[in-house]
């Protein structure tokens, strides 16, 4: 069958469609990392040529990429003063740790009811002890690659695929980002070492103990951050 030209035009903008949608997961996926990885921090300003430049695409795409972040909370626009990387204040933390909390036990206690699978529990106890070794090495983008990787096991094996899509774990990267360099080493040590506690309550199949475990680890990360001064936030309004 010959193609007609209205089919080739569908085909054309479809294409078009595609490339300007992979372009956009450039920018979005490009940033992302860079914050991962230290190379842009909460709060910086965000020039839009540097970017078009680092990441080979047009000032449209850009500006779609940002209004992605923006939406997903990873960026602030500001019509006057242009894009930020966002930075939280005190009781944005408060609000992100009382979401985040619920989300994450549920996904603990899924998992130890739902997963018998003794490769399954290996490889969270691997990803756990993973993050501590980044923990002592200083590693930001290898630490939250590996907490990333260390969620979306533990969230297939609970089997509740909607978690996924709920858990706001770009938004925490961003809070971990944040305060990175301001926690102290064994601070950074005992909150890794939280996930291996929660790897152990899963792979004992003991859904309360992984409840606790998660909740404990929620608890030590806000003394931790109750001990922060007032510098290491955002403030108020202009996160």
């Given at each position: 069958m010959t193609a007609t030209p209205s089919d080739t035009a569908?085909?054309?903008s479809e294409a078009t469609t595609v490339g300007a949608r992979d372009t956009i997961m450039a920018v979005t996926e490009g940033l992302t990392y860079c914050i991962r990885a230290g190379q842009l921090v909460p709060g910086q300003h965000l020039v839009e040529a540097d970017l078009t430049q680092r990441f080979g695409v047009s000032r449209g795409s850009l500006r779609e990429g940002l209004k992605q972040l923006n939406?997903?909370?990873?960026?602030t626009l500001s019509r006057f003063r242009g894009a930020f990387i966002a930075a939280?204040?005190?009781?944005g933390?408060?609000?992100l740790l009382d979401v985040l909390e619920p989300l994450c036990t549920l996904a603990a206690r899924l998992a130890a009811l739902h997963c018998h699978d003794a490769q399954a529990h290996a490889a969270l106890r691997e990803e756990a002890q993973t993050l501590v070794r980044h923990s002592e090495t200083g590693g930001r983008a290898a630490y939250l690659e590996s907490r990333r990787r260390f969620y979306d096991h533990l969230i297939e094996m609970g089997g509740n695929s909607e978690?996924?899509?709920?858990?706001?774990?770009a938004?925490?990267?961003l809070f971990r980002a944040q305060f990175s360099t301001v926690q102290t080493k064994e601070q950074h040590r005992r909150h890794a070492r939280g996930y291996i506690k929660i790897a152990e309550a899963v792979a004992e199949n003991d859904a309360g103990k992984a409840e606790r475990a998660v909740r404990k680890h929620f608890a030590g990360t806000r003394?931790?951050?109750d001990l922060l001064a007032e510098s290491a936030f955002a403030v108020a309004g202009r996160g």
């Open positions: 569908a085909d054309d939406a997903d909370g990873i960026v939280l204040d005190r009781k933390v408060s609000d978690l996924g899509r709920v858990i706001p774990l938004r925490t990267d003394a931790t951050l």
